[in-house]
């Protein structure tokens, strides 16, 4: 197969570039005015200064602010010679773009504005801090009418606006869909009749950041058609923004695919005041939070208490001599907010017809789901209320072994027959990767041969994974729904809650793909594909095409909202687009809903769902893509740093994932030599792409494992938290909260680890350094081979010989202790070796990452006892290192009348 030559750019995004650019002006323009008049380091800064100049204004052409105005005004200090001023504007100019505050008080860096200002108006403008957006109008209108829309536009905002913004024009196609790449303060954008199509401010400086744009031709296309195109791209780019649409074609004339897909359509002839005033309630609108601004209200009355709950108000915690250290903690707002009410403007989690009904539909919008329900206890909970809400006893899942435990008792309780599916080992650096999907046809396809495909219900993945292994969620259901035309598909996206917000991830995500699957297979033309397609299979061939007439799309995508967005600790969703929800899962779903939900949810954590919705909404697209900068630097650092390099090393996309499942060739993010690879393409085609946010630390070359390195050094010397460890690797995230002084923080820290093992190393002897060079050839050589799903005992199987296993039997048979018993770890493979099978009685869940390497009722394989005998874990569920592995007992098995033999069909075992 040929792959694609990589291309590469010096900067990871045009955020990175613009603020390294404005950082470079700023020196250059102080070197400049310590010049000596006509020397040659003048005419050198001057050249500088210039290049730097013209290269800005093809940046800052996409922004409001600074904005091309800013860089009119600093040409014209540069030709005149007044180097302090120049120096001065582009000193303060770049500590508020770098700052953002011009976000808050925007005219702050407008000194034209600022000078005719009284000193008492200033200070009282910019004590008020505001949210400030931009608007992209698309027109191809003068610069005298550019000027002048923007002075309209500014006259009426007042005082007393809760909001201000400033305004981007572009007079192309082109231009209008690279501010929307660029711009992530854009909260509106005002397309105007017909915009020309091709860009004429595009400079070889922004190219490679620009092939969204350019991978498109809409050229042919009438000029007339290219506004409601783009009010579609926008849509899919970044559908949060409000879009409103301004013409002279007559009602009677507009397309509905044109009137539904702008917010609102204007006309030429109406006032600009109502275009204004439509634009300012949109974003009231996303800024309504329905169930935080009632907890707040709530919390301001006057309220006397005679339910439950005493530390409602903080009355039995302020009157108190012993406990109020802990009101004072936390402040007396939190404790008015508390209250087991559900009147009083507030509402019921349970049965919401208020302010939670309209916070979770806000939610539905914002995360482009049908239906989405917030859950108070943890994804955990999501997992079991959706398995439990969709498969009912003896239905069949397909299903991630390495998926997190919830899963696993999920199934349980719903008393589904799972048939588990392996991912492809990471041996090296003791981790799973993902599952591949000819392995998910291959069981989906025996299933069927043994006329079992009619139980199957649902195909369960983790996407992304603990690791970050992102699957490709449209190839993946497109070729199940060939086979399986009904399968439910629950994607665990614990780890991924913040990828709706970032184009790239959001094709890769459960809620997106759904909707674009349901519209391409209603479509004409898919009907007649998929007719020529199967017209050109042979006999017996199966379809990799869906049938459109039985297809049904149904996706339900859990999400730990709190674990990459802002949410207090166990916030969570559950999404959910499925064609038959109405008619055939909404009373099931919410009887589940019922089950595991408490009739006393936190309200607290409520309204932090709530105010993290109106986050996303509005900073969303921003915080994602800075949050994979900052992975990003910390990936360049540690590789660029000899020091780091000489102990570390960031494991990267060829690292995890192995070549065929890499069609586009991608093997890194970044190298020293070529810079930053840019990885769209590999996002929408790969089978597998890693998410750069996971951070693998290998550190191999340290002679420290995960554990240690984690305890020892990270948290007791730099009180740096992380969660995940394998033998040889530590695993660091970026996420929305992450700053740059965290990065800078984390690099000097491992700075510091690195000098002090160059120490401990000179200090050591020759004995010394010969235990040294074991530990270090014992993590990097000696690596175990991860195990694989070994396969279900004879008495567990679903149907002999097929895959599918009885978990909930084991599980419960297990209840009675007269049925197991211990064998110390150590004296499994001598036990084995008598040619007893022993099988589990229980989970054993390693913490982290959270899956079982035992089930009930699986047999267990001498490759699952050597990986127990080196995990590097200090907690293991289900095991006790001091009784040893629990196990069902010899006679147990006999009374289900089974052969100790290992016959029966082995599931997903390794070859």
Same mark, same amino acid.
């Given at each position: 197969?040929?792959?694609?030559k990589?291309?590469?750019?010096?900067?990871?995004?045009?955020?990175?570039?613009?603020?390294?650019?404005?950082?470079k002006?700023?020196?250059?323009t102080?070197e400049?005015?310590?010049c000596?008049?006509?020397?040659?380091n003048?005419k050198?800064?001057?050249?500088k200064?210039?290049?730097?100049?013209?290269d800005?204004?093809?940046v800052e052409?996409?922004f409001?602010?600074?904005?091309k105005?800013?860089?009119?005004?600093?040409e014209?200090?540069?030709?005149?010679?007044?180097y302090?001023?120049l120096?001065?504007?582009?000193s303060?100019?770049?500590k508020?773009?770098?700052?953002?505050?011009?976000?808050?008080?925007?005219?702050?860096?407008?000194?034209?504005?600022?000078s005719?200002?009284?000193?008492?108006?200033?200070?009282?403008?910019?004590?008020?801090r505001? $949210? +400030?957006?931009?608007?992209?109008? %698309?027109?191809n209108?003068?610069e005298?009418?550019?000027? /002048? &829309?923007k002075?309209? #536009?500014?006259?009426?905002?007042t005082?007393?606006?809760?909001?201000?913004?400033?305004?981007?024009?572009?007079?192309?196609?082109?231009?209008?869909m690279?501010?929307?790449?660029f $711009? +992530?303060?854009?909260?509106?954008? %005002?397309?105007?009749?017909a915009?020309p199509?091709?860009? /004429? &401010?595009i400079?070889? #400086?922004?190219?490679?950041?620009i092939e969204?744009?350019?991978?498109h031709?809409?050229?042919?296309?009438?000029?007339?058609?290219?506004?409601?195109?783009?009010?579609?791209?926008?849509?899919?780019?970044?559908?949060?923004?409000?879009?409103?649409?301004v013409?002279?074609?007559?009602?009677?004339?507009?397309?509905?695919?044109?009137?539904?897909?702008?917010?609102?359509?204007?006309y030429?002839?109406?006032?600009?005041?109502?275009?204004?005033?439509?634009i300012?309630?949109?974003?009231a609108?996303?800024?309504?939070?329905?169930?935080f601004?009632?907890?707040?209200?709530?919390?301001?009355?006057?309220?006397?208490v005679?339910?439950?709950?005493?530390?409602?108000?903080?009355?039995s915690?302020?009157?108190?001599?012993w406990?109020?250290?802990f009101?004072?903690?936390?402040?007396?707002?939190m404790?008015?907010?508390?209250?087991?009410?559900?009147?009083?403007?507030?509402d019921?989690?349970?049965q919401?017809?208020?302010?939670?009904?309209?916070?979770?539909?806000?939610?539905?919008?914002?995360y482009?789901?049908?239906n989405?329900?917030?859950?108070?206890?943890g994804t955990?909970?999501?997992?079991?209320?959706?398995?439990?809400?969709?498969?009912?006893?003896?239905?069949?899942?397909?299903?991630?072994r390495?998926?997190?435990?919830?899963h696993?008792?999920?199934?349980?309780?719903?008393?589904a027959?799972?048939?588990?599916?392996?991912?492809?080992?990471?041996e090296?650096?003791?981790?799973?990767g993902?599952?591949p999907?000819?392995?998910?046809?291959?069981?989906?396809?025996?299933?069927?041969?043994?006329?079992?495909?009619?139980?199957?219900?649902?195909?369960?993945?983790?996407?992304?994974?603990?690791?970050?292994l992102?699957?490709?969620?449209?190839?993946?259901?497109?070729?199940?729904?060939?086979?399986?035309?009904?399968?439910v598909f629950l994607w665990d996206?614990?780890?991924?809650?913040?990828?709706?917000f970032a184009?790239?991830y959001k094709?890769?995500t459960?809620?997106?793909?759904?909707?674009?699957?349901?519209?391409?297979?209603?479509?004409?033309?898919?009907?007649?594909?998929?007719?020529e397609?199967?017209?050109g299979?042979?006999?017996?061939?199966?379809?990799?095409l869906?049938?459109?007439?039985?297809?049904?799309?149904?996706?339900y995508a859990?999400?730990s909202?709190?674990k990459t967005l802002?949410?207090f600790?166990?916030g969570?969703?559950?999404?959910?687009w499925?064609?038959?929800?109405?008619?055939?899962?909404e009373?099931t779903?919410?009887?589940?809903?019922?089950?595991?939900?408490s009739?006393?949810?936190?309200?607290q954590?409520l309204?932090?769902?709530?105010i993290?919705?109106?986050?996303v909404q509005?900073e969303?697209?921003e915080?994602?893509?800075?949050?994979?900068?900052m992975?990003?630097?910390?990936?360049?650092?540690?590789?660029?740093?000899?020091q780091?390099?000489?102990?570390?090393?960031?494991?990267?996309?060829?690292?995890?994932?192995?070549d065929?499942?890499r069609?586009?060739?991608?093997?890194?993010?970044y190298?020293?030599?070529?810079?930053?690879?840019?990885?769209?393409?590999?996002?929408?085609?790969d089978e597998f792409?890693?998410d750069p946010?996971?951070?693998?630390?290998y550190?191999?070359?340290t002679?420290?494992?995960g554990d240690?390195?984690?305890?020892?050094?990270?948290?007791?010397?730099?009180?740096?938290?992380i969660?995940?460890?394998?033998?040889?690797?530590?695993?660091?995230?970026?996420?929305?909260?992450?700053?740059?002084?965290?990065?800078?923080?984390l690099?000097?820290?491992?700075?510091?680890?690195?000098?002090e093992?160059?120490?401990?190393?000179?200090?050591l002897?020759?004995?010394?350094?010969?235990?040294?060079d074991?530990?270090?050839?014992s993590l990097?050589?000696?690596?175990?081979p991860?195990?694989?799903?070994?396969?279900?005992?004879q008495?567990?199987?679903?149907?002999?010989g097929?895959?599918?296993?009885n978990?909930r039997?084991?599980?419960?048979l297990a209840?009675?202790e007269e049925?197991?018993?211990?064998?110390p770890?150590?004296?499994?493979?001598?036990?084995?070796?008598?040619?007893?099978?022993?099988?589990?009685?229980?989970?054993?869940?390693?913490?982290?990452?959270?899956?079982?390497v035992?089930?009930?009722?699986?047999v267990?394989?001498?490759e699952?006892i050597n990986?127990m005998?080196?995990?590097?874990?200090?907690?293991?569920?289900?095991?006790?290192?001091d009784?040893?592995?629990?196990?069902?007992k010899?006679?147990?098995?006999?009374r289900?009348?089974?052969?100790?033999?290992?016959?029966?069909?082995?599931?997903?075992?390794?070859k």
């Amino acid at each position: 197969m040929t792959k694609n030559k990589t291309k590469t750019a010096p900067y990871y995004n045009i955020g990175q570039l613009r603020v390294d650019f404005w950082n470079k002006l700023k020196i250059e323009t102080s070197e400049l005015t310590r010049c000596h008049k006509g020397s040659v380091n003048e005419k050198t800064h001057k050249q500088k200064v210039t290049e730097l100049l013209k290269d800005l204004k093809g940046v800052e052409c996409f922004f409001a602010s600074p904005g091309k105005e800013r860089l009119q005004k600093l040409e014209s200090a540069f030709i005149s010679q007044e180097y302090a001023s120049l120096a001065n504007l582009v000193s303060e100019t770049t500590k508020q773009l770098v700052g953002d505050s011009y976000k808050s008080n925007p005219e702050f860096i407008d000194f034209e504005e600022q000078s005719m200002q009284s000193a008492e108006e200033h200070d009282q403008h910019n004590s008020v801090r505001k $949210n +400030h957006f931009e608007v992209l109008f %698309v027109d191809n209108i003068s610069e005298q009418e550019e000027h /002048k &829309l923007k002075h309209n #536009l500014r006259t009426l905002q007042t005082s007393n606006d809760k909001f201000s913004y400033g305004v981007v024009v572009q007079r192309s196609f082109q231009d209008a869909m690279i501010t929307l790449l660029f $711009n +992530h303060n854009i909260q509106a954008v %005002v397309v105007r009749y017909a915009p020309p199509y091709h860009s /004429k &401010l595009i400079t070889p #400086l922004i190219k490679p950041y620009i092939e969204e744009v350019t991978k498109h031709d809409f050229s042919s296309k009438p000029e007339t058609d290219l506004g409601p195109i783009i009010g579609g791209l926008i849509k899919q780019l970044r559908p949060e923004l409000d879009t409103y649409y301004v013409t002279d074609t007559s009602l009677a004339h507009l397309k509905d695919s044109t009137i539904k897909g702008f917010r609102r359509i204007f006309y030429q002839t109406e006032d600009i005041q109502e275009l204004h005033l439509t634009i300012m309630r949109g974003i009231a609108e996303r800024y309504n939070t329905p169930f935080f601004s009632a907890l707040v209200e709530y919390s301001q009355k006057p309220t006397g208490v005679f339910h439950a709950m005493p530390i409602s108000r903080g009355n039995s915690v302020f009157k108190s001599r012993w406990i109020n250290d802990f009101g004072e903690f936390y402040g007396r707002n939190m404790f008015l907010a508390e209250t087991s009410a559900t009147t009083g403007g507030l509402d019921s989690l349970l049965q919401p017809t208020g302010p939670i009904k309209k916070a979770q539909e806000m939610a539905r919008d914002a995360y482009g789901s049908q239906n989405t329900y917030f859950v108070t206890n943890g994804t955990s909970t999501a997992n079991k209320i959706v398995m439990q809400a969709l498969v009912k006893p003896g239905d069949v899942v397909l299903i991630d072994r390495d998926c997190h435990k919830s899963h696993h008792y999920g199934l349980v309780l719903a008393g589904a027959y799972p048939v588990y599916l392996d991912s492809y080992p990471i041996e090296e650096y003791s981790m799973y990767g993902a599952v591949p999907l000819e392995q998910i046809k291959t069981k989906l396809l025996k299933l069927k041969e043994a006329g079992r495909l009619d139980k199957v219900k649902m195909l369960l993945l983790t996407n992304c994974t603990f690791d970050g292994l992102v699957y490709n969620v449209q190839r993946v259901m497109e070729e199940v729904l060939a086979i399986k035309p009904d399968m439910v598909f629950l994607w665990d996206e614990a780890w991924f809650a913040f990828a709706g917000f970032a184009y790239s991830y959001k094709q890769r995500t459960g809620m997106f793909t759904a909707k674009k699957l349901y519209e391409k297979y209603s479509n004409a033309n898919y009907k007649t594909t998929y007719k020529e397609h199967v017209k050109g299979l042979s006999g017996g061939e199966q379809s990799l095409l869906p049938d459109p007439d039985k297809v049904k799309i149904r996706v339900y995508a859990t999400q730990s909202t709190h674990k990459t967005l802002s949410s207090f600790r166990q916030g969570s969703m559950i999404h959910i687009w499925d064609e038959d929800f109405r008619r055939k899962t909404e009373n099931t779903f919410l009887e589940a809903y019922m089950t595991h939900t408490s009739t006393s949810p936190n309200y607290q954590m409520l309204a932090s769902l709530d105010i993290g919705r109106r986050q996303v909404q509005l900073e969303g697209f921003e915080l994602v893509e800075k949050s994979i900068e900052m992975a990003m630097v910390l990936r360049a650092k540690i590789n660029d740093n000899p020091q780091l390099s000489k102990y570390f090393d960031v494991l990267t996309v060829h690292d995890f994932i192995p070549d065929k499942f890499r069609q586009t060739g991608l093997k890194e993010y970044y190298t020293q030599n070529e810079g930053w690879n840019r990885m769209d393409e590999a996002w929408q085609k790969d089978e597998f792409v890693l998410d750069p946010t996971k951070i693998t630390l290998y550190i191999g070359k340290t002679g420290v494992d995960g554990d240690t390195f984690k305890n020892k050094y990270l948290m007791d010397k730099f009180n740096i938290q992380i969660n995940k460890t394998s033998r040889n690797t530590v695993l660091f995230m970026t996420n929305i909260g992450t700053t740059r002084g965290s990065i800078t923080y984390l690099t000097n820290a491992l700075l510091k680890i690195a000098d002090e093992l160059d120490d401990e190393l000179k200090a050591l002897n020759d004995k010394e350094r010969e235990i040294r060079d074991k530990k270090i050839h014992s993590l990097t050589k000696e690596v175990p081979p991860l195990p694989d799903f070994s396969y279900f005992h004879q008495s567990f199987q679903a149907v002999p010989g097929v895959p599918g296993g009885n978990l909930r039997e084991a599980y419960f048979l297990a209840y009675d202790e007269e049925n197991y018993e211990y064998v110390p770890l150590n004296d499994c493979l001598s036990v084995m070796a008598t040619g007893r099978n022993l099988v589990a009685s229980t989970f054993v869940i390693p913490y982290p990452p959270g899956f079982p390497v035992l089930v009930p009722g699986q047999v267990v394989s001498e490759e699952i006892i050597n990986f127990m005998t080196v995990l590097d874990v200090s907690e293991i569920h289900g095991y006790r290192s001091d009784l040893g592995l629990r196990v069902f007992k010899e006679k147990v098995l006999d009374r289900h009348k089974i052969t100790t033999s290992m016959g029966g069909m082995s599931i997903g075992k390794k070859k």
